[in-house]
């Protein structure tokens, strides 16, 4: 009888020891859960932070520049380009920012367009802001073929967008520290992209 009562007492034991054993691993998990999501937070304030303050240096740097003209970027547009004619363009100075697009190849299905606004003065700071701000996207969507990414091309951090209905890709960019790019291509391969992007030699535009 007391071995009974000695066996009942030692896994009684046991269980109070499993029990308490187990809280403590629940609570140290749950602690180690809530640090992790403070030390997250912090860090995602402290990019923001770093972000903004950036951004601004950014402003006041670009602020100092003087655009460029209409003239010359509509002329930075070639008549062809990766073998395709050019079918409309224009530029355009909207309240102090500077700005051009081109349109090639006739046919919707296959067609190049290019977009671009200079980043220098004062409006032309605030207008690009948005496209200075991609580098700090972490968007990452995927849903029915379509896709958002942030991508690396050449050491320029990109926002590309895929619609798989239209077979289109769109990149979204701030080049060179100054210019805001907008890239449309239909009807290329996704390889073809940025070489498309290339071909327009945008490093060579001076102002």
Not at 6 to 22: D, N, P
Not at 75 to 84: K, L, Q, R, S
Not at 96 to 101: H, I, K, L, Q
Not at 131 to 137: G, H, L, P, Q, V
Request: include cysteine; charged fraction near 25%; hydrophobic fraction near 35%.
């Amino acid at each position: 009888m007391k071995t009974i009562h000695k066996h009942i007492l030692i896994s009684a034991m046991f269980v109070i020891q499993v029990v308490l054993f187990s809280c403590g691993s629940d609570n140290k998990r749950e602690a180690d859960t809530k640090t992790n999501s403070v030390v997250e937070k912090v860090k995602t304030g402290n990019n923001f932070v770093k972000g903004a303050r950036d951004l601004a240096s950014e402003s006041e740097a670009l602020k100092k520049l003087t655009p460029i003209s209409t003239e010359t970027l509509k002329a930075f547009f070639p008549e062809t380009i990766y073998g395709m004619p050019k079918t409309n363009s224009n530029a355009l100075d909207m309240a102090g920012a500077s700005t051009a697009f081109a349109t090639y190849g006739q046919n919707t299905s296959k067609q190049i367009k290019l977009r671009i606004l200079d980043g220098a003065g004062e409006k032309g700071s605030a207008a690009t802001t948005v496209y200075r701000a991609i580098k700090y996207d972490k968007t990452n969507k995927k849903e029915y073929g379509d896709y958002i990414k942030i991508k690396e091309y050449d050491n320029t951090i990109v926002k590309e967008h895929y619609d798989k209905n239209q077979n289109r890709y769109t990149l979204e960019f701030f080049y060179n520290d100054r210019f805001a790019v907008n890239l449309k291509v239909t009807g290329f391969q996704q390889e073809e992209v940025w070489k498309i992007f290339k071909a327009f030699k945008l490093n060579t535009l001076k102002p």
